[in-house]
């Protein structure tokens, strides 16, 4: 009876051990039993289920992974560094309105047009702005205008023995003689965007001019054959040059449509009323 009874218990405790493995392999290795699992995108039979195979959720998770991968890998080439060599480089903006900041005053600061130094102090009057703004100053009195274009005279008759016209390059030299200045520049065979560009790097420009081409209506009818114009700015909304214009009281800050005071520019020589030739388009830049 002992010998039956060990053997019986020897054969539970056989079973025990196979249903303990058994139950070991089919849910702790083996996974949850009777169960649909996600693998790779697609639905796996684990098991015997009683729930039919699901229509979604694991082909979407990979789906929603994917594009995740996808957004971030584009992500990454728009980041690359080889983006910025690829960027288009905006061309900088014109501003619409350049001026300078200049006194003015006529060449005639009280009208006397009758007398032959003022009639003719143009050139004069135009050093005589840059001048004041080389140095800063802000204004003049019509007074203390008056005195210095007869002291400008007066050197030019001591001097030169003339105070009637002066060519371009000739008022160029008398910047030099009578004021001791020399950061000046004359060009010759200039086109009108050479004006524009030395206003655009902060200089003043002189140009010699037909004034009856203008057609001032401040001018004395017709207007002088030979006059120099002080250009303070340009404005690229009315492609107008702005000028200090000595010739006329009314001359602050005086507009020209570009084409216009274009074709006025001319040269004209030194002396009184000596004949015009030939047209030279120049200036005399004014650097501070």
Avoid at 94 to 110: C, G, N, R, S, T
Avoid at 252 to 259: G, I
Wanted: with cysteine.
């Amino acid at each position: 009876m002992a010998i039956k009874r060990n053997r019986i218990v020897t054969i539970f405790i056989v079973l025990a051990f196979i249903i303990g493995a058994w139950l070991f392999l089919r849910f702790v290795i083996g996974g949850p039993e009777d169960n649909w699992i996600c693998d790779n995108g697609q639905w796996i039979k684990h098991g015997n289920p009683r729930a039919p195979m699901p229509i979604e959720g694991c082909g979407q998770q990979l789906k929603t992974e994917l594009n995740s991968t996808q957004e971030t890998g584009s992500n990454l080439v728009s980041e690359s560094p080889e983006e910025p060599s690829q960027k288009v480089v905006e061309k900088p903006i014109e501003p619409e309105i350049l001026l300078l900041d200049v006194p003015f005053l006529a060449q005639a600061p009280f009208g006397q047009w009758s007398d032959p130094i003022y009639q003719n102090a143009c050139e004069e009057a135009a050093l005589l702005m840059a001048i004041l703004w080389i140095n800063g100053i802000k204004s003049i009195s019509k007074e203390e205008a008056t005195l210095e274009l007869k002291k400008f005279a007066d050197f030019e008759i001591e001097k030169y023995s003339n105070f009637y016209d002066h060519s371009m390059a000739d008022t160029g030299q008398l910047m030099r003689d009578y004021f001791g200045y020399d950061n000046i520049e004359y060009r010759e065979n200039i086109v009108a965007e050479d004006i524009i560009n030395q206003l655009l790097n902060g200089n003043l420009v002189i140009v010699p001019i037909n004034g009856q081409i203008l057609k001032n209506p401040f001018y004395t009818p017709p207007g002088p054959v030979e006059h120099m114009l002080l250009i303070i700015g340009y404005d690229w909304t009315t492609e107008e040059f702005i000028t200090n214009d000595a010739g006329t009281r009314q001359g602050e800050k005086y507009r020209y449509n570009q084409a216009v005071l274009w074709e006025a520019i001319r040269d004209y020589p030194t002396g009184y009323k000596e004949p015009i030739t030939e047209i030279n388009k120049v200036m005399l830049v004014i650097k501070k």
